[in-house]
């Protein structure tokens, strides 16, 4: 079973400051990819773009090393993120729609995943992705 951690922070603000995300990959609870990333920074900076950011480069990442038949499960604190990939709400319009819809795409490439939410403190994730943008 292999488990992504995924998130991302904006700051010092949201929207308009630096968008990073945090990436940790475990397989059968061994880390194997941890990964973390400025996305951009001023205009179109956002936490909801830092965090499908996070979530394309961790499915990259597994697709990249033939992982994508293996049973996977995406752990993430953003309900929207969670929400809309799994097609429980719909992509509207905002700074990040064009990295969800290239997340929507990455996912039809997986056979056996599922996203979950989890609350910010469980989310191994959640302090690199903010470290970076500091």
């Not at 290239?102 to 959640?126: H, M, V």
Request: aromatic share 8%; net charge positive; glycine share 8%.
């Amino acid at each position: 079973m292999i488990t992504v951690f995924f998130d991302g922070a904006c700051e010092p603000k949201n929207p308009g400051g630096t968008a990073s995300y945090g990436v940790i990959i475990l397989n059968n609870g061994k880390e194997i990819h941890r990964e973390t990333k400025i996305v951009c920074k001023g205009n179109g900076a956002s936490n909801n773009v830092a965090e499908y950011n996070g979530l394309i480069n961790a499915l990259r990442w597994l697709y990249a090393r033939r992982l994508q038949d293996e049973e996977i499960l995406c752990k993430g604190d953003s309900k929207l993120v969670v929400e809309q990939m799994s097609g429980r709400w719909g992509i509207n319009k905002g700074i990040y729609v064009e990295w969800a819809l290239k997340c929507k795409e990455a996912l039809k490439y997986f056979t056996n995943i599922k996203l979950a939410w989890i609350p910010r403190e469980q989310n191994i994730a959640d302090a690199i992705s903010r470290k970076v943008a500091r």
